[in-house]
């Protein structure tokens, strides 16, 4: 339920609003517009009377909301969230973001060369995985704490913010000059992971698993943000469908899909959608023209020879002109996307 309160509305007011609400349980999150506050009510709001809500002098309009998902709900928050990483980078609300680095953290040259790399042609972010969710126990499992070591050793160097995955709660103490937290597909839906991030002040990057709705997706937001954590940021990476020609199916439309049902920033990772690097430039276009908050792709020096994910790495040269042309194609794609 949300309570959508008069221009003006007097501050005491709202705030015995807010307190008869929590005596009934209710928590209350407000949302301060240019104009108008946006109370979004979390909790059993079966108890709440709207006739009572509605004569309040002070209320415009009180609304139910369908949807499962609250915080995460555009109607609870109209405008864009705007996620500051570092106070040097933002996501979402008009920022365009370019994440770029390597499947896996593998040596130190090869992290800080990527690195400085991306960053002169246009990276935001750096990224790098530690600890590696691969299909099969034999295959290279990551260089786990000491490839978090390695990404640090390039955030000094470069001054980019990092970015890496997690794949249980008991990594976390070692992500602690990690900038964003990735939760990757196979994740999506490990509640007790998503809950303990909810604690944590460090955004979250939240990529959609293999086989999940777009619902299911804001479902597992909203177990972050309703811990208190606000910080989130949504990835597409692809979907499995019955198609085989690409490693999974780039959900393009989910862009403007979730710009209508929520306020978080959507980033795009065409790497893992497609499994062909020869594919990730026009997916990153396609998605970029689409409207999404950014992108994020895999860069590698040496792809025959990366020890993850070399198919679908983009050599830095390529990544040069793919930055570039990302930038100069945002500036339309942003405009016609309001
Ligand atoms: C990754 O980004 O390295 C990764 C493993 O991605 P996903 O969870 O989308 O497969
Ligand atoms: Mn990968």
Redesign the pocket.
């Known amino acids: 339920m949300v309570i959508i309160l008069k221009q003006n509305a007097d501050k005491n007011k709202i705030r015995q609003l807010e307190e008869r609400l929590l005596q009934q349980n209710i928590k209350v999150r407000p949302t301060e517009g240019d104009k108008q506050t946006i109370l979004g009510l979390i909790g059993d709001t079966t108890v709440v009377d709207i006739d009572t809500l509605l004569s309040l002098d002070i209320v415009e309009n009180v609304k139910r909301i369908q949807e499962p998902y609250k915080a995460a709900n555009r109607k609870f928050h109209p405008h864009d969230t705007v996620v500051r990483i570092n106070d040097t980078v933002s996501v979402g609300g008009g920022s365009f973001t370019i994440i770029a680095g390597p499947?896996?953290v593998e040596s130190v040259p090869q992290i800080t060369g990527i690195a400085e790399s991306v960053k002169k042609s246009g990276a935001n972010i750096l990224?790098g995985?530690a600890f590696?969710?691969r299909t099969s126990p034999y295959a290279f499992q990551g260089m786990r704490g000491e490839g978090l070591k390695l990404l640090s050793e390039a955030k000094k160097e470069t001054g980019l913010p990092i970015i890496s995955?997690i794949m249980e709660i008991n990594q976390l103490p070692l992500f602690s000059d990690v900038d964003i937290i990735?939760v990757?597909?196979?994740?999506m839906q490990n509640f007790e992971l998503l809950k303990e991030l909810g604690h944590q002040d460090k955004p979250i990057l939240l990529?959609r698993g293999?086989a999940n709705t777009i619902d299911e997706l804001l479902m597992s937001a909203e177990y972050i943000m309703s811990g208190g954590n606000n910080n989130v940021i949504l990835?597409e990476?692809?979907i499995r469908t019955f198609e085989t020609a690409t490693r999974n199916t780039l959900d393009v439309s989910c862009i403007p899909v979730l710009k209508q049902l929520t306020h978080l920033p959507i980033i795009i990772?065409p790497?893992?959608a497609t499994g062909k690097a020869a594919l990730v430039p026009p997916m990153a276009y396609a998605a970029t023209a689409a409207g999404a908050d950014g992108i994020?792709v895999?860069v590698h020096n040496d792809p025959p020879h990366a020890l993850?994910?070399g198919a679908q790495s983009i050599t830095p040269e390529t990544f040069d002109s793919l930055a570039k042309s990302l930038i100069e194609l945002r500036k339309y794609a942003y405009s016609y996307n309001q």
């Open positions: 499947c896996s990224r995985g590696k969710p995955e990735q990757g597909a196979r994740n990529k293999l990835c990476r692809g990772d790497s893992h994020m895999e993850c994910d």
